[in-house]
């Protein structure tokens, strides 16, 4: 059967097949493409090591008790109180190793592709 | 023996031995959940006053960058457990073993007052280190097995998170100061 041609069963296939193609346009897509998330919790990075393409904005959030920051060459969260959030964008390639400053053991790095 | 294992032990003993009060309440593994809760605010805000005191009298930046550290991160963990209890509509209950901490705390702050300096600074950096270790155990090993509101659970899970956080930092002063 050829999608698009006429008929209820004609239409009933062309929505699966269109939801279906929906569904792997979803997972097919990298998930790093339109943004990433990078959680602080328990004093760790996670993940740890993320890798996202050029343009892509990263949401930082922290969801400890305490402040922290994601602070790398040239990207600094600033001060993130529990469950605040902070966007950055990564315009060009490179990799970014990251830290937070008040506690300086808490390490990560973003590679931007 | 060392200053640090001089100021563990003292504080140990202090935690183990209380000062007032009745036997039960003396043992952090027998108070109720809002004794803990009470033990761990105050154990949080005499760590904040250390600090403050470490912001008087030290010229030291690492000193001063970890004091500053600390009053944000226990003001940051008290006030969670206070949304916590005003939520629950609970008021913390004082206790033997909360009245041991600050007993042992007010000795302490008169001792170090009196110094200044580097020795000051070993003396902070010790007492810091030994006071997390000591907490950390108590934390760990008495109040999270112990407490039975599972909010107030979670958040002692997150509190030690930090206070060990904290006791690594400590190491890492106690090691870049030097004996």
Known sequence: MTPGTSGAGSAVWSRRHFLSLLAM???????????AVVEIHQFKFVPAEIEVAVGSTVTFT????????????????????????????FSEAGDFPYLCTLHRHMKGRLRVR | ???????????????????????????PAKLNDLEIAHAAYVAGDIDVRNAHLALALSDDPEVRKFAELMISDHEAVNQAALDLLKKLKAEPQDNAFSQALLKGARDNWTKMAQ???????????????????????????????????GELKTLLGSALATFQAHEKHAEQMVADIGS
Not at chain 1, 25 to 35: H, I, S, T
């Open chain 1, 25 to 35: 346009a979803a997972f097919v897509r990298p998930a790093n493409a339109e943004g």
């Open chain 1, 62 to 89: 922290n969801l400890d008790l305490v402040p922290h920051t994601a602070t790398g060459d040239g990207f600094d969260t600033g001060t993130l109180k529990k469950g605040e959030s902070k966007e950055i964008t």
């Open chain 2, 1 to 27: 023996m060392s200053r640090t294992l001089l100021a563990s032990l003292a504080l140990a003993a202090t935690l183990a031995a209380g000062c007032a009060g009745t036997a039960t309440a003396q043992d």
């Open chain 2, 115 to 149: 110094l200044s300096g580097k020795e000051f600074d070993k003396s902070y950096a010790a007492n810091e280190l030994a006071y997390h270790q000591t907490v950390n155990k108590v934390v760990g090993d008495a109040f999270i097995p112990n407490v039975e509101n």
